[in-house]
């Protein structure tokens, strides 16, 4: 079975000024040297991409993707203030986040709208990071595959199963986001395995194929253990994806 590629991809959120983004997109760039197996990606906000993608366009900086946080169902349109996937694509971006917690928590993102998101990100050529994980509440119901599954199902009966072979899935225990208090690795590995499992019902080849990340707190001090596990290809990294320093030690620790 073919080895899947790490990925490590930086959420900034809503944060940094252009003078900011240039000197964090500039300073990863320049620690890439250690990077050798692992792709590596950065979201900034809608606003900045011009501005990343120029600096990304230089030659040394060219093995870093770029991802939009997130995109309209549209194409094009009366829909203000939103950003369709065509346009992040225009602007070369890669990936795009599809349903993070914020955005369904924050912005009323249904499991239907995120499937939606989905399936405009892939026909715009961009590859989706679908975000699906649980609140605390509902962890403590014992919930957690259950939710996680509703999310995972929702984007498959939209899309189909085949689509999965062009996304990259974020398990992202609400919990753990910004919170400072991560997933255990044995917690986030169960947690993998069952998304695993669960496409390989419909397609057991997807399923050996995808990457599926592990979002929530990564930081270059618990990486290492997270990134070790066997169904773990990765992170989504908020708040420590602002940091160069941080950032590129969670990179080398998905060597
Ligand atoms: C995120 O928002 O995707 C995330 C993982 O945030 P943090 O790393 O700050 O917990």
Known sequence: MAKRQPLVAGNWKMNGSRAEATALVTAVAQGMGAVKATEVAVCPPCILIATVAS?????????IALGGQNLSVYKSGAYTGEVSGPMLKDFGCQYVIVGHSERRALYGETDAIV???????????LTPILCVGETLSEREANQTEAVVERQLQAVIAAAGIA????????????????TGKNATPDQAQAVHAFIRARMARDNKIIAEQVRILYGGSVKGSNARDLFAQIDIDGGLIGGASLSAEEFLAICRAAE
């Open 55 to 63: 600096l990304l366009a230089e030659k040394a900086n060219k093995r």
């Open 163 to 178: 689509a999965l072979a062009n996304a990259v899935i974020a398990y992202e225990p609400v919990w753990a986001i910004g």
């Open 115 to 125: 499937a939606e998101k989905f399936k405009a990100a892939q026909a715009a050529g």
